[in-house]
């Protein structure tokens, strides 16, 4: 898991390779969002209490990503 807020501070500095929508495995209304770091690190995207972000609204993990200096994403059905 990586943790929003410390998330955003690496996406500043280009971080981040790559995200990824997934559905929940708990939940296949939902969706989290998978980051990959320029090191081939794979992180779940984690509100600041270390809980998985998801959701039902994709517009929702659009901006989240997009915070993260990040400008696309793939989805994975």
Known sequence: ?????????????GAWEEAQVRASPKNRTQWFVMLRDNRSKSFVLADNDDNPIATDDMNTLVQLIKSLGLNDFTVFL
Request: hydrophobic share 55%.
């Open 1 to 13: 898991l990586v943790k929003l807020d410390n998330a955003v501070a690496l996406g500043k500095t």
